[in-house]
């Protein structure tokens, strides 16, 4: 048995438990904190194909049990946006299960992302209208972002992974190869969560009329963009600038003065500091050459397009179900197609599959039918976002775009690289669930101290 995660569970449960009978909107707030900072590796093994016991999923089954309690009686009811085609890529998954390589592996992770989308989108969601403040919520993913960023600054200067110390399995792997990844089980898959909060910390900077606020989210904002730099990659940079440059297009005035001081800051460091521009300009130069080790893995993340067309090509059962879930894992497609990088991602030693794009990996798992399914809902979920974002007033509006930003970085990060960590899935859609629920965040001037307002636990839509 894992004794330090049976501890650490233990400890989070009995926090959250309390968090949650004190004040349910305290409680909410420390569980999205807490989802988006903890590491996978916290977990209970369970045998066989059962769904891994992660902390994550104890501390999801907790807050789902006490919120539902709290609303139970409550006779009205409202649609969860877009939930029917979020169980319709869950069903999927598992029909593709069904026709696929690996069939208890399938189901697993069919279940996999029942619990840490389906069900989760809903708690989110639900929760999300018993609130008249979510600034608590998106304040509470930047504080457990910014944890997050300040043990990848210990482990860059004091090479020290705190939890890969204590954990026998997980980020060890990774710690003990010189990679920053914090409490992210890669490096890559950091820097894009620290790329997600940097539209939100923005966002919560532009709203708070409170000066300390607005510095404390300034300060995080930078905690952010520093630990993105540590990943090392030009996925998650790129994030940075998309997010960046996005919300200088649709936030408001107040944000894009924080973007210009940031602007200001980074000169100087370029300036001051002259191996981070070197460091960023060689693996900008060498994306581009593709006799290079980076070029060669760049390339190979376009040409998993072809190789998973190819594969599914091969019958029509493949074509409309793919290969199932994990079947990527089981695959020996490196050696038949291309060398390089990507011929050299032992899915033993990391953990996930080589296959640095998530949407040409859901091509082969699921089928065309099910890439399809996936794509119109990513399309819908970002049409809903930007609506609302057009609907809104100052200073929600400038809330709206960070959670719209903050999705739209998620939806890129798969484009080159496999989410397989939950923290990023739960973050996205935690956002995705608040922000379909409002034209505007409608508290002008957050009470952050303060608990908010509950009667809605008790008469609230449902």
Not at 120 to 136: E, H
Not at 145 to 170: M, Q, T
Request: net charge neutral; with cysteine; aromatic share 12%.
């Amino acid at each position: 048995m894992n004794v330090p995660s049976v501890i650490i569970i233990a400890l989070t449960v009995a926090l959250l438990v309390f968090r949650l009978s004190k004040d349910i909107h305290s409680g909410m707030r420390w569980l999205f904190g807490l989802l988006v900072f903890l590491p996978t590796s916290i977990r209970i093994e369970l045998p066989g194909a059962l769904p891994q016991l992660t902390v994550h999923r104890i501390l999801l089954l907790v807050a789902f049990v006490f919120l539902f309690s709290r609303v139970a009686g409550s006779k009205a009811k409202e649609a969860t946006p877009h939930l029917a085609l979020v169980i319709s890529f869950c069903l999927w998954q598992f029909l593709s299960a069904v026709f696929g390589m690996q069939a208890g592996e399938g189901f697993k992770a069919g279940f996999d992302y029942l619990i840490e989308v389906v069900i989760f989108y809903i708690l989110a969601s639900k929760y999300s209208r018993l609130t008249d403040d979510c600034t608590g919520v998106l304040s509470a993913f930047c504080y457990g972002l910014a944890a997050v960023a300040g043990l990848a600054f210990i482990e860059k200067y004091l090479r020290i992974n705190l939890f890969a110390s204590i954990l026998p399995v997980g980020s060890a792997e990774f710690a003990e190869s010189g990679d920053i990844v914090s409490t992210y089980p890669h490096r890559i898959l950091l820097g894009y969560a620290m790329a997600m909060g940097i539209p939100l910390a923005l966002a919560l900077g532009a709203h708070s009329r409170e000066r300390s606020r607005k510095r404390l989210m300034h300060l995080i904002l930078l905690l952010l963009i520093g630990a993105a730099y540590f990943s090392n990659s030009r996925g998650p940079w790129l994030g940075v600038v998309l997010a960046i440059g996005a919300m200088a297009a649709l936030g408001g005035a107040k944000a894009r003065r924080a973007i210009l001081g940031v602007a200001v800051l980074s000169a100087v460091v370029l300036i001051v500091l002259p191996g981070v521009k070197e460091s960023i300009w060689d693996l900008a130069a060498e994306t581009v050459d593709p006799d290079s080790v980076k070029g060669d893995s760049y390339q190979a993340r376009w040409q998993l397009w072809r190789i998973a067309w190819a594969e599914i090509s091969r019958s029509p059962e493949r074509f409309l179900f793919g290969y199932g879930r994990l079947s990527t894992e089981h695959m020996d497609l490196n050696s038949k197609y291309y060398e390089g990088e990507g011929a050299q991602a032992n899915i033993i030693k990391i953990g996930h599959t080589s296959w640095d794009n998530h949407y040409a990996c859901d091509l082969i798992e699921c089928g065309l039918v099910g890439l399809a399914v996936e794509l119109i809902l990513f399309t819908a979920v970002a049409a809903l976002l930007f609506q609302k974002w057009r609907e809104g007033e100052p200073p929600g509006r400038d809330l709206m775009a960070g959670i719209l930003v903050a999705c739209l970085v998620f939806m890129f990060a798969m484009t080159n690289v496999f989410i397989f960590a939950p923290q990023l899935t739960y973050l996205f859609w935690a956002l995705v669930g608040i922000g379909s629920r409002r034209a505007a965040l409608v508290s002008n001037e957050p009470n952050y101290g303060a608990a908010t307002p509950q009667p809605c636990l008790e008469s609230g839509p449902w």
